[in-house]
């Protein structure tokens, strides 16, 4: 199947820094890529679609200045957190649908990159 | 996106097909029922979808209910492997998932 890959797997990083995720599709080419977050004991929480070349569209209560995602190529989407406080503490995962696969077919999800900010 | 009702947690024993219930009573004509597991520390792994007929996979067999109201996930042999958290979601346009809160399958040796 489908192979979508994040990195880095863990980051641990002091308050007030920035972090960056990559979400890479390793043999397709992804036109949507969406950026979720869970929170222990939680279920996902969809933060923002980004389609390629395009500005990223985020769900409510999510901050795009805060959350800074971008799609610049059909295999790579990047999600940095700016400024990260200890509440932006969280399991990050990305998740793409395959150019040509239709709205309705599945998904495919990275193996999630867990950030912890002190 | 309409939504679904799932047991909180399931127990099986290994080897005992499973049967996971999903309701979805205010699906639409156009929404597909997708299920997705998520294993501990794991990003969430496609197992299956359909509209209306019965799917069967590898992985799993979809059973759709003639109204579409409700399906059942059928796991025909489980292990220890399939302990995870199982999502029932509809899916009807290009928007991303919505997860629930899923069902969490424990499986007993």
């Known amino acids: 199947g489908a192979v979508v890959s994040q990195h880095p797997s863990w980051v641990i990083c002091k308050s007030g820094t920035s972090v960056k995720i990559e979400c890479r599709s390793l043999?397709?080419?992804?036109?949507?890529m969406f950026w979720y977050r869970q929170f222990p004991k939680q279920s996902l929480m969809l933060m923002a679609t980004?389609?390629?070349?395009?500005?990223?569209?985020?769900e409510q209560g999510v901050e795009k200045d805060k959350f800074l995602i971008n799609h610049a190529s059909l295999t790579l989407s990047t999600l940095t957190v700016t400024s990260a406080h200890p509440e932006d503490s969280s399991f990050y995962i990305c998740?793409?649908?395959?150019?040509?696969?239709?709205?309705?077919?599945?998904?495919?999800f990275g193996e999630g990159s867990r950030l912890t900010v002190l | 996106d309409a939504k679904t009702t799932q047991p909180n947690s399931m127990e099986s024993n290994e080897e005992e097909p499973v049967h996971l219930p999903c309701n979805h009573s205010?699906?639409?004509?156009?929404?597909?029922i997708h299920w997705y597991r998520q294993l501990p520390s794991q990003g969430p792994e496609y197992v299956i979808h359909?509209?209306?007929s019965n799917v069967n996979n590898r992985m799993a067999s979809l059973a759709i209910a003639e109204d579409r109201k409700s399906s059942t996930l059928i796991l025909h042999r489980a292990t220890l492997r399939d302990a995870a958290v199982y999502y029932c979601?509809?899916?009807?346009?290009?928007?991303?998932?919505?997860f629930g809160k899923g069902t969490h399958l424990i499986i007993q040796p």
């Open positions: 998740s793409a649908r395959a150019a040509g696969s239709g709205n309705t077919g599945e998904l495919f």
């Open positions: 043999d397709f080419q992804a036109t949507t």
């Open positions: 980004s389609n390629e070349g395009s500005k990223a569209t985020y």
């Open positions: 205010t699906i639409s004509g156009t929404d597909y």
């Open positions: 359909g509209l209306t």
């Open positions: 979601i509809l899916k009807g346009g290009a928007d991303g998932l919505t």
